[in-house]
C-alpha cells in the first residue's frame, strides 16, 4: 500500500499534522508508539506534571470552534487536564481512524528508484508513501543512567516520563529521586506529601520560579476567548511563543531599587514572565547575575537551612540558560524534616545497591527509585529510528557530529521527509503549540504548492543547510544558553555531540524567515518533477 504521507507520532504534532494531511485530500496515517495520543502528555503521567505555559496559550488555534468551546480549569494545566484536551481533538476531529496505536516506526528507507519511504514497524508492518513526516517531539526518548548495579534494585524504580498509567501509591515509602530538572521540580513537593521519606540527588541546582498556578477565572478565561484572534497573533510574531510582556530596557540602566521592584513584581505574579523582566537578561551576564542573584535570595528566604538553602542555589550557569523551572512549593519541600538533599557533584553516586542509593560518603536506603534523569533531547527521537536517505546515507552517520538541518524543517539527502519541529528549529525554547502549528502549516503549504506544481521531490540544498546550521550555532554564540552544560547542548548524554540544537532566534524571526522562503519559490531546497 502507498500513502501520500506517513505521520510518526499522535503527540500534538501528528495530530494536527494528520487533520491538515486529510484536508488537503491527501491519504495519510500516523503511527504511534502509545496506545492512545498525546505524546508527552500521554508519557509524562508523575504526580505534579503540569505545563509551565498557561493553559490559555498551550492550546490550539487552529479552530477557532475548538478554543472557543474548550474550558481549561487551571492557569497552568495539569497532564490529566492536557491529555483529556487531546482527547478531546481526536475525537473532535475524528483522527484515530487513521491513527495505528502501539506500533514504532522502527526503519525508514528512502527509495530513490520508486520516489518513496519503505517504512517498518515493530509490529512487522510495511508500508510505502511519499512523504515522511516526523512528529516524534523534543523531549520523548527517556534517560536513564547507566548507574553500575542499577538491574539489582529489589524496590520499584520509575521514569518521570514512563510514569505508570495506574499511578503510584509513596505511603509509608522511603523514596529516591534523582534528577532536579522541571520533572524533578514538581514531582518532589507530592512525593514529599505522601512518602515515609524523600531523599533527592541534585547533581546541578536549577533556578526555579513560583507557578502560582491556580483555578482560572472565569472573567479571564471569557476576556481572552474575546482577543484571541489578536492574542495568537502576538504570541506568533513574539519570541517565545507567549504574552510574556517582555521590558526591553537594560537591568544595568534601571537603579537598585527600580530592579528590586520589577523581579519582586514578576516573582509575585508567577511564572516565565521573570525572564522577560529586563531585555538583557539572556545576553549579558552582569545582568543575568542581578535576575540570578534574586532567585538565589529568595530561595535563601524560603529554605530554613542554610547550608541546603546554598546547595539548592545555582551558582555555575546563568538563569535561563538551562530551561527554567515553573514550581509549587518546591524549595519549602525541604524544610521537612523528612526530606534529604544530597550533593552528587561532592558525593557522587557510585551505585545502586539491592536497597538503595550508594553514594561516596553514605547509602541511602530507598524502597523505590524515581528518575527525574531527563531525555536524549531533540536528536534523540528521530535517531531512535533507522532512517536512511539518497544512496544509503544514514542519518546517524550524517549527524554525527551534530544535527544539519535547513530550518530544521528538512535535512539535504533526505528527499521528502519533513521534520516537525526539528533541531534547527525554535521548538524548545518556545511555547512548542506554536511552533507546531507553524510547521505544521508551513509544511501543508509546501505539499500543497508543490503538487500544483507537479513538483515530486523537495530536498534541502546542501549550501542552505550549512548557511543555516551555521547561522543557528552563531546566534545561539551571541547568548548565555552555550555557557550551560545543558540538554539544549547535548550534555546530558555522555558522548553526544556538543551542538547548540534549537533556534535562539525566536518564533517571530522564524517564521518570517520561513514565510520568506515559501514566497521566493522555496529558496535553499531543491525541487525536481
Ligand atoms: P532535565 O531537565 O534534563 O533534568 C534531568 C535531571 O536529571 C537534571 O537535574 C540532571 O542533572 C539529572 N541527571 C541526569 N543524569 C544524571 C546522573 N547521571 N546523575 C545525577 N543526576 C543526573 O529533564 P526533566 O525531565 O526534568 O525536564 C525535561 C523538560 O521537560 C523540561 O525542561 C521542560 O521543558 C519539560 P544535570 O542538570 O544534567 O546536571
Redesign the pocket.
Not at 201 to 204: A, E, N, W, Y
Not at 372 to 375: E, K, R, V
Given at each position: 500500500m502507498t500513502l501520500d504521507a506517513v505521520v510518526v507520532g499522535a503527540g500534538f504534532a501528528g495530530m494536527y499534522m494528520l487533520h491538515r494531511l486529510r484536508g488537503l485530500g491527501l491519504s495519510a496515517r500516523a503511527y504511534e508508539t502509545g496506545a492512545g495520543v498525546g505524546g508527552t502528555w500521554y508519557w509524562n503521567r508523575y504526580p505534579g506534571a503540569r505545563c509551565?505555559v498557561e493553559s490559555m496559550q498551550y492550546s490550539y488555534s487552529f479552530s477557532d470552534d475548538l478554543q472557543q468551546e474548550w474550558e481549561w480549569s487551571e492557569r497552568y494545566a495539569s497532564q490529566p487536564e492536557i491529555l483529556l484536551y487531546a482527547e478531546h481533538v481526536a475525537d473532535r476531529f475524528d483522527l484515530r481512524r487513521d491513527i495505528v496505536f502501539e506500533t514504532r516506526v522502527t526503519r525508514a528507507a528512502y527509495d530513490e528508484t520508486a520516489n518513496l519511504w519503505r517504512l517498518e514497524t515493530d509490529r512487522g508492518d510495511r508500508v510505502a508513501a511519499r512523504h515522511l513526516i516526523t512528529a516524534v517531539g523534543c523531549?520523548s526518548a527517556a534517560r536513564v543512567?547507566d548507574f553500575p548495579g542499577a538491574a539489582s534494585f529489589q524496590g520499584p524504580t520509575h521514569h518521570?516520563?514512563r510514569w505508570p498509567h495506574e499511578g503510584v501509591d509513596f505511603t509509608g515509602r522511603r523514596v529516591a529521586v534523582?534528577?532536579?530538572?522541571?520533572?524533578?521540580i514538581q514531582a518532589i513537593p507530592i512525593i514529599a506529601g505522601q512518602a515515609e521519606r524523600v531523599t533527592v540527588?541534585?547533581?546541578?541546582p536549577?533556578y526555579s520560579l513560583p507557578a502560582r498556578n491556580r483555578p482560572l477565572e472565569p472573567d479571564h478565561q471569557t476576556w481572552v476567548k474575546a482577543r484571541y484572534a489578536e492574542l495568537r497573533a502576538t504570541m506568533r510574531e513574539s519570541a517565545a511563543g507567549i504574552l510574556a510582556d517582555p521590558n526591553p530596557d537594560s537591568a544595568l540602566a534601571a537603579t537598585e531599587a527600580e530592579r528590586a521592584r520589577a523581579f519582586e513584581a514578576r516573582w509575585a505574579r508567577g511564572g516565565l514572565a521573570f525572564v522577560g523582566t529586563f531585555g538583557d537578561l539572556a545576553i549579558n551576564p552582569d545582568a543575568n547575575e542581578l535576575a540570578a542573584e534574586f532567585v538565589r535570595a529568595k530561595i535563601r528566604e524560603i529554605v530554613a537551612d542554610p547550608g541546603v538553602a546554598e546547595l539548592l542555589s545555582p551558582r555555575n550557569h546563568p538563569i535561563g540558560s538551562?530551561?527554567i523551572c515553573l514550581d509549587t512549593g518546591y524549595y519549602a519541600t525541604y524544610n521537612r524534616p523528612t526530606v534529604t538533599l544530597v550533593d552528587?557533584r561532592r558525593d557522587p553516586?557510585l551505585e545502586i545497591t539491592p536497597t538503595g542509593v550508594r553514594t561516596a560518603a553514605a547509602e541511602h536506603p530507598a524502597d523505590m527509585i524515581v528518575y527525574?534523569?531527563?531525555?536524549d533531547a531533540l536528536t534523540g527521537p528521530l535517531l531512535g529510528i533507522d532512517i536512511t536517505g539518497k544512496g544509503g546515507l544514514s542519518l546517524r552517520r550524517k549527524w554525527a557530529a551534530g544535527p544539519r538541518t535547513y530550518l530544521g524543517l528538512m535535512t539535504a539527502g533526505f528527499p521528502n521527509l519533513f521534520t516537525i519541529t526539528g533541531p534547527g528549529s525554535p521548538s524548545?525554547l518556545s511555547n512548542m503549540i506554536v511552533s507546531i502549528e507553524q510547521h505544521v502549516d508551513w509544511i501543508a503549504e509546501c505539499l500543497d504548492r508543490l503538487r500544483a506544481r507537479g513538483v515530486a521531490t523537495i530536498d534541502a540544498d546542501p549550501l542552505a543547510e550549512d548557511a543555516w546550521t551555521a547561522h543557528v550555532s552563531e546566534v545561539a554564540g551571541h547568548t548565555l544558553y552555550p555557557r550551560a552544560?545543558s540538554?539544549y547542548l547535548g550534555a546530558?548524554v555522555p558522548g553526544k555531540p556538543r551542538v547548540f540544537m534549537p533556534y535562539v532566534g525566536g518564533v517571530g524571526a522564524y517564521r518570517m524567515k520561513c514565510d520568506e522562503v515559501t514566497a521566493n519559490g522555496y529558496e535553499g531546497f531543491v525541487l525536481s518533477a
Open positions: 509551565d523531549l543512567p518521570t516520563g534523582i534528577g532536579t530538572g522541571s520533572s524533578g540527588f541534585q547533581r546541578t536549577n538551562k530551561r552528587v553516586i527525574a534523569t531527563g531525555y524548545v552544560d540538554w546530558n
